[in-house]
């Protein structure tokens, strides 16, 4: 297996939908082949917007379900979760005595989530990012696969890799974001202006994973359309071009494929072949994951914490050393 070591994670703040899977999950499984690959539910992260136990609790079991289920294997990647692997919030804290206030605030997904949680703008909303690079920086990490929404956090884990090697000396790896060409922004039903989102307010923003056949067809027949009437993909027409994104994607074909498929066709009949799709892809993802009993994924977890941690710890006590705390 190749040394060089791939890091991502996503919040089990919700159950994942298609833009996940499309932006970011879809790249993982063929970059396992190539990177020592570790694979994390960050559920620290989860905590910046409210979040009931229980519902936490399950959705972290349900994620690392839908990671086996989407083909990860537990033997040839390290599957585990953030708060299990203390050094994590350890060198969160460090980084945070690096990172500059102008750097945090600049960054979009905390101005986002400041107006759509009004209620609770928290610290841990603000400092997001340091744990991210924490999380990053902890595994000696070369490569970041994430949606686009997130290559400015990788930037700042970059700077803070940067800023720490030249204050301290040589600790830490220099870490890229791998971003998908087609697929790494992919919008909402409701909203094409806006990004998918597992926190969006409505249902009909998404599609979860676990949505049945039939809330499948009715969440796509009620998503937002452009005006017209040809099944084309434009500037013009940010609606078609996110579904038809999906069906290409889907497919493992081009837009232009897509589009070829649906020429002299309506909405409604390019609708009804993207919901068959999208069940298509769906329906074997979900038998995987109830044949998943929340055992087997305990152990896997637990496997994956103690490989986890063994990477971290030693990186700690360098960090430790570098800086002075004894
Ligand atoms: P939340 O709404 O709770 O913030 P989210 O839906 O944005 O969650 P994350 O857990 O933040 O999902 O992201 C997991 C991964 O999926 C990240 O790599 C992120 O970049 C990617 N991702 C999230 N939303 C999209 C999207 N709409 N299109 C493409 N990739 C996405
Ligand atoms: N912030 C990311 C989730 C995340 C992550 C990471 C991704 C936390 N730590 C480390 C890649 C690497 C998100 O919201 N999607």
Redesign the pocket.
Known sequence: MSTSRLF????P??I??L??Y????KQWLELTKKYDSIFCI?DLH?LT?RQKSAELRKNTIELAKIYLALGLDPQKSTIFIQSQVSEHTELAWILNTLAKLPELERMT?FKD?SIAHKENINAGLFTYPVLMAADILLYDTAAV??????KQHVELARTLARRFNEYFGETFVIPESLIQKQ?????GLDDPLK??????VSSFN?IALTDDAKTVEKKIARAVTDSGREVVSGSDKPALTNLLTIHSLLKNQTIAQSEKEFVGQGYADFKKALSLEINKFLQPIQKKISATDDKTVLKILFDGQSRAKKLAEKKMKEVKEKVGLI
């Open positions: 991502s994670g996503i919040q703040s919700g994942i939908h833009g996940n499309l932006g970011a999950i960050v989860a917007v997904q989530k696969p994430v949606g686009e929404d997130q697929g790494a922004r992919i919008m990004k998918m989102s597992k926190s969006a998404f």
